[in-house]
């Protein structure tokens, strides 16, 4: 069995087992004419139920057919460009050769001896990060395994930053269009149940400021404490931008830490035609950036910056074992001390790889082919009377659903697109997102792959079309 562990003597092994993944992978990818092969839950439950895994197979291509069966050929292929539904990503090749090279090495970013330089490329790729939102001199960050994690630890430090007041009287306003992590965060950060305070957006999908204003008002009439306003530079569904300019404006006057979760509207960070977008976010205390998403990255790659990075000592432990309180002193870079997490993949080195490839412009051009991809869509949506279209993306999602000429039922409106969907799902040909709009079923697009066509996109929509005309008691064959 040794000469399976990865060292000196087995590199002719792993040269010859990872180039045959490789080629596999290839292969696959070469084949695919579909995202997804609609196989069921179940036709895939009894092929992966059935391999026994206390017999081991001894052999790379006997391993690599096996997993043809069980993942390979019936896996979600995000490359492919009628996959539109959820913020995944096409990666870049030159963030794949980082990731081969990153778990080989396997360095882990915890504390200096166990990754020396892959530390200082992360600290070079957070100072870089931090240049490009303009957070100033004192920025810091860290990687993270998401926005999720980028999200809580930013929250964790605005808590605490709060002061060590009733946990009770604690409130975070986020706008209703925000991520259900922040919720999530307020629960793990031991805040009540109603410590978000949701702030509604208007027609745009966008926090209005006056209702801000009006919560921030009523926080301080009510004797609770603000800790943090998130706002959304990119909500998950619409793709909005909350003004960021008049939020800020207003934390500066309650003294509330602002932090802007810009999980999906990172990518604007290197956009060469719409960086203005994210004016404001200069401002904030903390950004959650997820390279993940618009950065073209495979999962995970994320990080967490703030405006003054003393505020990370909130997340310092130290331990004899691994970063003692003298090598803070004697200036050794442990990232653990900023860190949630302990032991951590060496993710910035995949980010690395892509910069030193492709350069910034080089990745921001690829998020402004979607985002103008996008006002595509949103054309073609809006001229069509099949289709009701919530909002002009700012990013590169579309939010829409099927109307019926003859249903004036909307129970059957909701059907009817939720049978498109499923449909379409099973059928492999495309794969679209659900989401709830006040309440309505409506379908979602989110373009990432700047090979999709606005070709794509209407042969889509025509297959949506059909598939809700098929559903049982709905016409939507206005045309004939
Ligand atoms: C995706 C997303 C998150 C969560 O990020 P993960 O990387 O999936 O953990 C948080 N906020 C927004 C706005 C998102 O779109």
Known sequence: MRQHLLNDLTTEHYRRSVVEGVERVAAQLAATDRPFTGATVDSLASRVERIDLDRPLHDTTAVLDEL?????????????????????CPVVIPAVLGEAVLSA???????????????????????????????????????????????????????????????????????????????????????????????PVGHDKRMQTLALAHELERCRRDDLVPMAVVATAGTTDFG?????????????????????DAAYGCGLLLSPR????????????SVTVDYHKSFFQPVSSSAVLVRDGATLRHATYHAEYLNPRRMAR?????????????????????????????????????FDEVC?????????????????????????????RCVPSSAADPAGIDRANLHARNALFASGDAVVASTEVDGRHYLKFTL??????TDDIAAVLELIARHAGQYPGESLDRAS
Not at 165 to 177: F, M, P, Q, Y
Not at 274 to 285: M, P, S, Y
């Open 274 to 285: 719409r960086r203005g977008l994210l004016d404001g976010i200069e401002r904030a205390d």
């Open 240 to 260: 909005s931008i909350d003004p960021l300019p008049g939020i800020a404006e207003l934390c500066t006057r309650f003294g509330t830490w602002l932090h802007v």
């Open 372 to 400: 103008d991809l996008a006002g595509e869509g949103w054309k073609l949506l809006a001229a069509d009377p099949r289709f009701d279209v919530v909002v002009e993306p700012q990013l590169s999602t579309l939010v829409f």
């Open 105 to 199: 090495v396997n360095s882990s970013l915890d504390t200096w001896d166990q990754s020396a330089g892959g530390t200082l490329i992360e600290r070079r790729l957070i100072d870089w990060t931090a240049q490009r939102i303009g957070l100033g001199p004192a920025a810091d960050g860290v990687f993270t395994s998401g926005g999720t994690q980028s999200n809580l630890q930013a929250l964790l430090l605005a808590r605490e930053e709060a002061g060590t007041g009733s946990l009770a009287r604690l409130r975070i306003l986020a706008s209703e269009a925000s991520h259900f992590s922040v919720r999530k965060s307020a629960k793990l950060l031991g805040l009540g149940a109603d410590a978000v305070i949701p702030v």
């Open 68 to 88: 043809e069966d069980v993942y390979l050929r019936d896996a979600v292929y995000f490359h492919h460009p009628r996959y539109l539904a959820h913020l995944n």
């Open 448 to 453: 990432l792959n700047p090979e999709t066509t």
């Open 330 to 366: 004697e200036r050794i870079p442990n990232q653990v001390d900023k860190s949630l997490q302990t032991t951590r993949r060496f993710d910035a080195l995949k980010l690395w790889t892509t910069l030193r490839m492709m350069g910034a412009d080089g990745i921001g051009a690829l």
